[in-house]
């Protein structure tokens, strides 16, 4: 899904005008225009706030019965996601539909306020299945990084930034590493 474009991760913030970032990487230089935190604002301390990781990706919602972005930014609901990910049944199926509902709940308020997230086993219809190989083309997250609309199809030299939002991409890696110079390699390396 990464390869794809349906699934991106990075950082955002928001800006002082409250325009929406996202970057495949921690920016650099954002503290003269990120926003303030939420203390900022109602208290009135110009305590600004800071890059948060997100995850994004396309899902189905039952409710618009249409293809949406969803966007997490808290831990514990990127780390529900994975888990289920990470259960043997739970796939995306060749035809890149997943075979699993997905039920978001809040309970509590303010401070106190906590997410389930619960997997559903159930296949997709085929009407759905049609629906996305109609339209997942036409879908690419990584213009999300340039404030771009997700929906207007992928650029023709488009390529996902950054590494996959999983644990490690088909290499094995989980982190960015340094590109090595064999020129500048001690001998015997």
């Known amino acids: ?26 920016p650099e230089n ?5 926003g303030l935190t939420w203390a900022g604002k109602t208290n009135g301390t110009g305590e600004k706030d800071k890059p948060r990781y997100f995850l994004s990706f396309v899902g189905l919602s039952k409710e618009d019965d249409d293809f949406l ?12 996601l994975e888990e289920v990910l990470a259960l043997e049944d739970y796939q995306i199926l060749p035809s890149g539909v997943a075979n699993f509902y997905l039920t978001l709940k809040r309970k509590g308020t303010e401070m106190n306020t906590a997410y389930t997230l619960t997997p559903t ?3 997709p219809t085929k009407a759905d299945e049609k629906r996305w190989a109609e339209v997942g083309e036409s879908i690419w997250l990584p213009a999300l990084y340039v404030n ?3 929906f207007s199809g992928k650029p023709n030299a488009g390529r996902p930034e950054g590494l996959p939002p999983t644990h490690r991409d088909e290499l094995g890696a989980d982190h960015d590493v340094a590109t090595v110079n064999p020129e500048v390699m001690p001998a015997g390396w």
């Open 121 to 123: 086993l159930k296949a």
């Open 148 to 150: 771009g609309d997700p």
């Open 30 to 34: 954002f503290a003269e225009e990120i």
């Open 69 to 80: 972005v969803y966007t997490f930014q808290r831990k514990d609901l990127r780390e529900q």
């Open 1 to 26: 899904m990464h390869d794809t474009g349906h699934v991106i991760a990075g950082w955002s913030y928001f800006t002082m005008d409250g325009q929406p970032r996202k970057f495949p990487k921690y």
